[in-house]
């Protein structure tokens, strides 16, 4: 079972507004990764980190978010300015030395 | 570039029916690593099966399956559905150090 801890559970934002969602990745597991499922349950990346080293990052990431894990605080993710689109599941992963990556429960975001 | 495919989005069955559903695979890396994750209603994906050595079957939870790099295939199988059985599968191939690639997804519908 996982021990990845993500908060909010469910985030509603205004457009325009910021959103910001913390990860607290398994004890011990440096490498976490931050999804996003759609409406149509369709995944896509955003980011990973190493560390406190981000690894790769889609350009979306790049230009609109703000993603940071740092040492010893939860890793957080937080969209600048929210767009309608931006509604969906965020989830974060941890992985450790193996290839396995568990997710947490996710926060819903409802941008209206 | 990398992909997965599942060719069913839906499939619907009678509880006590066999299962199988299909994953195919596209990648130029000689060792890739697969998964089958289960996603319940309102719930996060569930790590369900993972592999990475060739012919050789995996199980879990009443689930099998065997990756074939020969076919790149990693299908799903169970013997006898049962109702509490139905929510989405996805099936994601796994590089090391990088993103899952996820399918698109089957979700399965189990009747008494």
């Known amino acids: 079972n996982s021990k990845v801890i993500q908060t909010p559970r469910y985030l509603v934002k205004g457009q325009g507004q910021k959103a910001k969602m913390r990860c607290i990745p398994e004890?011990?597991?440096?490498?976490v990764f931050w999804y996003q499922q759609n409406k149509n349950n369709e995944f896509k990346f955003l980011i990973n980190?190493?560390?406190?080293?981000?690894?790769?990052q889609i350009d979306m990431t790049e230009k609109r978010f703000s993603a940071e894990c740092p040492s010893n605080s939860p890793c957080s993710l937080e969209i600048q300015s929210s767009e309608a689109g931006d509604s969906a599941l965020y989830l974060c992963?941890?992985?450790?030395?193996?290839?396995?990556?568990?997710f947490g429960p996710g926060t819903r975001l409802t941008v209206l | 570039g990398d992909s997965v495919t599942q060719t069913e989005g839906l499939v619907t069955l009678t509880e006590g029916l066999p299962v199988m559903l299909n994953c195919t695979y596209q990648?130029?890396?000689?060792?890739?690593?697969l998964f089958w994750y289960v996603q319940h209603l309102n719930e996060s994906p569930r790590l369900l099966l993972k592999?990475?050595?060739?012919?050789k079957r995996t199980e879990h939870q009443g689930f099998h399956a065997t990756l074939h790099k020969s076919s790149s295939s990693f299908h799903l199988q169970k013997s006898s559905a049962q109702l509490s059985d139905s929510a989405l599968y996805y099936c994601?191939?796994?590089?090391?150090?990088?993103?899952?690639?996820f399918g698109t997804g089957t979700t399965v519908s189990v009747s008494p």
């Open positions: 992963a941890s992985i450790q030395g193996s290839y396995e990556q568990y």
């Open positions: 004890k011990g597991h440096p490498v």
């Open positions: 980190f190493q560390n406190q080293e981000v690894l790769q």
């Open positions: 990648t130029i890396y000689s060792n890739p690593f």
């Open positions: 592999s990475f050595t060739d012919n």
């Open positions: 994601a191939l796994y590089q090391g150090g990088r993103a899952l690639i």
